[in-house]
């Protein structure tokens, strides 16, 4: 018996080892290790250190890598002994012991039941047998095992040896135990040799034979059943037939004749003296009692003869009843198929044929016969298991076994907990052999991989063979191809055996765009491992361009919401997390076209949202100004009632434009809405010189009515008195002239100190709140004339706002400087009023 782990210095080669995060990898794995050293040597599939020499193409000078790798990374196995299980010699040494398991299983019931007539040479084959189930014993302690659960091999003695006491170490070694000297030692009492039966356990090699058989299609299938059901029946009528005769012996002598072979009589011949027939014709008596019983077609030959007989014999025929309906049972299995074993038979001559037909190359044979044998070996994680159990059950079996894979995962870190649990809902385990390319450079990925167990490799395929990243537990791999839309960057590898989580690129993305303001962090957090991993830094560009491009589809989608009055997607959209003050290719935001529509009620739930209400568009539109000219007046109002601005740029052209246009409804609703009528264009004409001399008598009545001066000169010096009298029409000219000796009026009235400069007064927004803390505070301003003073302003402004007038009250600009005289204040200006405490 040789170690599956030993240093062998003519098969592995270097002199150096390579450092890094390798090495501290393997050193963290001393208790799991997924095949021998034989394996590991012999190919480049098989290793993660071979593997990363040979398929990484390290040229010679890198190569000094192998021997010292292997020491430091096993170092905790080479110093050790163990059995591999799929070792040569171990492998010989089973079949060795399975012909003793045979012979156990069929002579301990012999033995309990021939005791006083076996030939002594069957006892003296029958110790060294014991010998020989003492040395398994032993060797059990140093055979690896292949945990069920990772389906990793388990190379910590502790490990092993703790597995093998809680299972069948105990039973094992009684069953090592000499009973017979027992037996004459304690007098002979016959409950001792009761316990010859523990030796039965060792019935579970064989059937450990014939599940190997079973799985082996170079053997027909039928023909392993069958011979497996006949072995079965065969050992039940063998251990009846020995128990039928250790009742008979239990019987004095004297009384043979009340047992069933002591009174049983066959032609002429008598079996009255039974002790002294030959023992193989008294156990072939026995043999038949006990199958025409099974059988329950029996002659009337054989039969009961005291009430130990009776009772067994009941028994016997109740156990009877259960064996051949398995028997039957397996044969209709046999006839109609659909077991597991025979699926996975089924699929493996299948692919078999398939491989041959196509000429496919040995390793590639290989990878899939493993693949396939993995598959039917680990079917707990089958999607078929469960099919049956209701899907939120389903969900909670999930959170419950992959929950801390998907948390733990630094692309989701802070992350919601509802976005976590789309995700593990979905997922799907998977086991990858040592070996096999899960992802290639180039290619279009759809899945995204978590990695539970194993280790794995992620190299670039441009010919250096660079080593990308290490992929070990509660990383992943797939995320930059699949959030960014570009080919693998990198090839993934499996070093050794993994255990993965998958989710298909479909369901990750429809899970995004519910949850998209996780999807920005998502996107956040692959951008910040840039400083820390070399593959995310290449293609920083490509997840800037995207995270870029799906905040202008979040901002696409908002303001959708708001263009077509879906107030509960809107209600939806920001309360997951989406930006209202976002605005589109046109600098417009959800705000402006909500009230360019009239959605009332959209209007209102954005600004209680708190978003910008004087924010401009590209065009230099604010929301107010969409719905003046779209001619919503109850959002208009809305809006100004908000503190809503116009801000157009350039107003007197603007007003001109207007005017020139004949748009009535629309001059009247602007200059209700604060714009003055007085704001000149390029020529210093105000809307009045164009409502003048185009003729426009309705137009000049409105803007007189809002204010408008008839003493305004252009850049040549002409009034819009002038203009009119140019243009010749008479209502005009009178509308004008009462217009102007309504004014002079005014200004007599008024302050000779009052200089023309000075005839139009000014308005003011005033607010109740510090303009630094709009947000905080906002509450709805007034619009007032400014007064002569700022302390009239300041009293008015109190009594307005209904605001107590303290000391020290002042009146702020919107940069929070204090302003002192009214001359400092522009028409349409924005104030805030605050007391001597703020």
Same mark, same amino acid.
């Given at each position: 018996?040789?170690?599956?782990?030993?240093?062998?210095?003519?098969?592995?080669?270097?002199?150096?080892?390579?450092?890094?995060? @390798?090495n501290s990898?393997?050193?963290?794995?001393?208790?799991?290790?997924?095949?021998?050293?034989?394996?590991?040597?012999?190919?480049?599939r098989?290793s993660?250190?071979t593997?990363?020499?040979?398929?990484?193409?390290?040229n010679?000078?890198r190569?000094?890598f192998s021997?010292?790798?292997?020491?430091?990374?096993?170092?905790g196995f080479?110093?050790r002994f163990?059995?591999h299980?799929?070792?040569?010699?171990y492998?010989?040494?089973e079949?060795f012991?399975? @012909?003793?398991?045979?012979?156990?299983?069929?002579?301990?019931?012999?033995?309990?039941?021939?005791?006083?007539?076996?030939?002594?040479?069957?006892?003296?084959l029958?110790?060294?047998?014991?010998?020989a189930?003492l040395?398994?014993?032993? #060797?059990?302690?140093?055979?690896?095992?292949?945990?069920?659960?990772?389906?990793?091999?388990v190379?910590n003695?502790?490990?092993?040896?703790?597995?093998?006491?809680?299972?069948h170490?105990?039973?094992?070694l009684l069953?090592?135990?000499?009973?017979?000297?027992?037996?004459?030692?304690?007098?002979r009492?016959?409950?001792v040799?009761y316990?010859?039966w523990i030796r039965l356990?060792r019935?579970?090699?064989?059937?450990?034979?014939?599940?190997?058989?079973?799985?082996?299609?170079r053997?027909n299938?039928?023909?392993?059943?069958?011979?497996?059901?006949?072995a079965?029946?065969?050992?039940?009528?063998?251990?009846a037939?020995?128990?039928f005769?250790?009742?008979?012996t239990?019987i004095?002598?004297?009384?043979e004749?009340?047992?069933?072979?002591?009174s049983l009589k066959?032609?002429?011949?008598?079996?009255?003296?039974?002790?002294?027939?030959?023992?193989w014709?008294?156990?072939?008596?026995?043999?038949?009692f006990?199958?025409?019983?099974?059988?329950t077609?029996?002659?009337?030959?054989?039969?009961?003869?005291?009430?130990r007989?009776?009772?067994?014999?009941?028994?016997?025929?109740?156990?009877d009843?259960?064996l051949?309906a398995?028997?039957?049972?397996?044969?209709?299995?046999?006839?109609?198929?659909?077991?597991?074993?025979?699926r996975?038979?089924?699929?493996?001559t299948?692919l078999?044929?398939?491989?041959n037909r196509?000429?496919?190359?040995?390793?590639?044979r290989?990878?899939?016969?493993?693949?396939?044998r993995?598959q039917?070996?680990?079917?707990?994680?089958?999607?078929?298991?469960?099919?049956? @159990?209701?899907?939120?059950?389903?969900?909670?079996?999930?959170?419950?076994?992959y929950m801390?894979?998907?948390?733990?995962?630094?692309?989701?870190?802070?992350?919601?907990?509802?976005?976590i649990?789309?995700?593990?809902?979905r997922v799907?385990?998977?086991?990858?052999?040592?070996?096999? =390319?899960?992802?290639?450079?180039?290619?279009?990925v759809?899945?995204?991989?978590?990695?539970?167990?194993?280790?794995?490799?992620?190299?670039a395929a441009?010919g250096?063979?660079?080593?990308?990243?290490?992929?070990?537990?509660?990383?992943?791999?797939?995320?930059?191809s699949?959030?960014?839309?570009?080919?693998?960057?990198?090839?993934?590898?499996?070093?050794?055996l993994?255990?993965?989580?998958?989710?298909?690129?479909?369901?990750?993305?429809?899970?995004?765009?519910?949850?998209?303001?996780?999807?920005r962090?998502?996107l956040?957090?692959?951008?910040?491992e840039?400083?820390s991993?070399?593959?995310?830094?290449?293609?920083?560009?490509?997840?800037?361009?995207?995270?870029?491009?799906?905040?202008?589809?979040?901002a #696409?989608?908002?303001?959708?919401?708001a263009?077509y009055?879906?107030?509960?997607?809107?209600?939806?959209?920001?309360?997951?997390?989406a930006?209202p003050?976002?605005?589109?290719y046109?600098?417009?935001?959800?705000?402006?076209?909500s009230?360019?529509k009239?959605?009332?009620?959209i209007?209102?739930?954005?600004?209680?949202?708190?978003v910008?209400?004087n924010a401009?568009d590209n065009?230099?539109?604010?929301?107010?100004?969409?719905a003046?000219?779209s001619g919503?007046?109850?959002?208009a109002?809305?809006l100004?009632k908000?503190?809503?601005?116009?801000?157009i740029n350039?107003?007197?052209t603007?007003?001109?434009?207007i005017?020139?246009?004949?748009?009535?409804?629309f001059?009247?609703?602007?200059?209700?809405?604060?714009?003055d009528?007085?704001?000149?264009?390029?020529?210093?004409?105000?809307?009045l010189?164009?409502?003048?001399?185009?003729?426009?008598y309705?137009?000049a009545?409105?803007?007189l009515?809002?204010?408008?001066s008839?003493?305004?000169k252009?850049?040549?010096?002409n009034?819009?008195?002038?203009?009119?009298?140019?243009?010749?029409?008479?209502?005009?000219?009178?509308l004008?002239?009462?217009?102007?000796?309504?004014?002079?009026?005014? #200004?007599q009235?008024?302050?000779q100190e009052?200089?023309t400069?000075?005839?139009?007064?000014?308005k003011?927004?005033?607010?109740?709140?510090?303009p630094?803390?709009?947000k905080?505070?906002?509450?709805?301003g007034? =619009?007032?004339? =400014?007064?002569h003073?700022?302390?009239?302003?300041?009293?008015?402004a109190?009594?307005q706002l209904?605001?107590?007038?303290?000391?020290g009250?002042?009146v702020?600009?919107?940069?929070g400087g204090? @302003?002192?005289?009214?001359?400092m204040?522009?028409?349409?200006?924005?104030?805030?009023?605050?007391?001597g405490k703020?």
């Amino acid at each position: 018996m040789t170690s599956s782990f030993r240093r062998d210095d003519d098969s592995i080669n270097g002199e150096e080892g390579r450092s890094g995060s @390798i090495n501290s990898i393997i050193d963290e794995r001393e208790e799991y290790e997924v095949q021998d050293l034989r394996e590991r040597i012999n190919s480049s599939r098989g290793s993660r250190l071979t593997l990363i020499e040979n398929e990484l193409g390290l040229n010679p000078t890198r190569r000094k890598f192998s021997r010292q790798t292997v020491i430091e990374g096993f170092k905790g196995f080479s110093q050790r002994f163990y059995i591999h299980p799929d070792n040569s010699w171990y492998k010989a040494w089973e079949k060795f012991i399975l @012909i003793w398991a045979i012979y156990s299983s069929f002579f301990t019931p012999m033995e309990f039941g021939f005791f006083r007539g076996l030939p002594k040479n069957l006892f003296v084959l029958d110790i060294v047998g014991q010998m020989a189930f003492l040395i398994d014993i032993i #060797l059990q302690f140093f055979v690896p095992y292949r945990d069920s659960h990772s389906y990793k091999m388990v190379y910590n003695h502790n490990l092993i040896a703790l597995r093998y006491l809680k299972a069948h170490f105990f039973t094992d070694l009684l069953g090592c135990m000499p009973w017979d000297v027992i037996y004459k030692a304690v007098g002979r009492k016959e409950e001792v040799r009761y316990l010859l039966w523990i030796r039965l356990t060792r019935v579970r090699k064989v059937t450990g034979f014939f599940q190997v058989m079973e799985r082996d299609i170079r053997i027909n299938y039928l023909f392993t059943r069958i011979v497996k059901l006949i072995a079965v029946e065969l050992y039940c009528t063998h251990t009846a037939a020995c128990i039928f005769y250790y009742l008979a012996t239990t019987i004095p002598e004297e009384k043979e004749g009340y047992t069933w072979i002591g009174s049983l009589k066959l032609g002429d011949y008598s079996y009255s003296h039974f002790r002294e027939i030959d023992i193989w014709k008294r156990y072939t008596t026995s043999l038949y009692f006990a199958i025409v019983t099974m059988a329950t077609v029996g002659y009337g030959d054989i039969h009961a003869v005291n009430l130990r007989e009776m009772i067994f014999i009941m028994i016997y025929v109740s156990f009877d009843m259960i064996l051949g309906a398995y028997l039957i049972g397996n044969m209709t299995a046999l006839m109609v198929k659909g077991s597991k074993t025979e699926r996975y038979r089924d699929k493996m001559t299948d692919l078999i044929k398939y491989m041959n037909r196509n000429k496919l190359g040995r390793d590639l044979r290989s990878q899939i016969k493993g693949h396939l044998r993995l598959q039917y070996e680990s079917s707990y994680t089958d999607a078929a298991v469960l099919q049956d @159990i209701p899907i939120s059950i389903r969900a909670k079996i999930s959170q419950t076994l992959y929950m801390s894979y998907v948390t733990n995962a630094p692309l989701f870190k802070d992350c919601s907990s509802e976005f976590i649990n789309q995700i593990v809902t979905r997922v799907h385990e998977e086991f990858f052999l040592p070996g096999e =390319v899960i992802m290639e450079q180039g290619n279009v990925v759809d899945q995204l991989y978590f990695v539970c167990h194993g280790l794995l490799v992620g190299i670039a395929a441009d010919g250096s063979e660079e080593i990308k990243s290490l992929l070990e537990p509660n990383s992943l791999f797939g995320e930059i191809s699949i959030l960014c839309n570009i080919p693998q960057p990198y090839t993934v590898r499996v070093c050794e055996l993994c255990r993965l989580l998958r989710i298909d690129k479909q369901s990750f993305s429809n899970i995004l765009e519910i949850y998209f303001h996780d999807g920005r962090r998502v996107l956040n957090n692959l951008l910040e491992e840039k400083e820390s991993n070399i593959r995310v830094k290449q293609v920083e560009s490509d997840i800037t361009f995207h995270i870029g491009k799906q905040e202008a589809e979040l901002a #696409l989608r908002v303001n959708s919401a708001a263009y077509y009055g879906d107030l509960y997607q809107l209600k939806t959209l920001i309360r997951s997390g989406a930006d209202p003050n976002k605005k589109d290719y046109d600098g417009r935001s959800a705000l402006h076209l909500s009230a360019s529509k009239g959605y009332e009620d959209i209007t209102h739930f954005l600004v209680q949202e708190g978003v910008d209400i004087n924010a401009q568009d590209n065009f230099g539109n604010t929301p107010l100004h969409e719905a003046i000219k779209s001619g919503h007046d109850r959002v208009a109002a809305l809006l100004a009632k908000e503190g809503a601005l116009l801000k157009i740029n350039n107003a007197g052209t603007f007003l001109c434009s207007i005017v020139s246009r004949g748009d009535s409804d629309f001059l009247r609703r602007v200059l209700s809405n604060g714009l003055d009528p007085n704001s000149k264009d390029y020529d210093h004409r105000t809307p009045l010189h164009i409502s003048a001399s185009q003729g426009l008598y309705l137009m000049a009545k409105l803007l007189l009515e809002a204010g408008a001066s008839v003493f305004s000169k252009d850049r040549w010096g002409n009034t819009p008195m002038d203009e009119g009298i140019t243009c010749g029409n008479k209502n005009m000219i009178k509308l004008l002239e009462e217009a102007k000796i309504a004014q002079l009026s005014e #200004l007599q009235d008024s302050s000779q100190e009052i200089t023309t400069d000075k005839i139009h007064r000014k308005k003011c927004t005033v607010f109740p709140f510090h303009p630094w803390n709009q947000k905080e505070g906002r509450r709805n301003g007034v =619009v007032m004339w =400014v007064p002569h003073t700022i302390e009239e302003l300041i009293k008015s402004a109190s009594d307005q706002l209904e605001t107590p007038e303290e000391d020290g009250s002042c009146v702020l600009s919107e940069d929070g400087g204090k @302003i002192i005289e009214v001359d400092m204040i522009t028409d349409g200006q924005k104030l805030y009023l605050i007391s001597g405490k703020d």
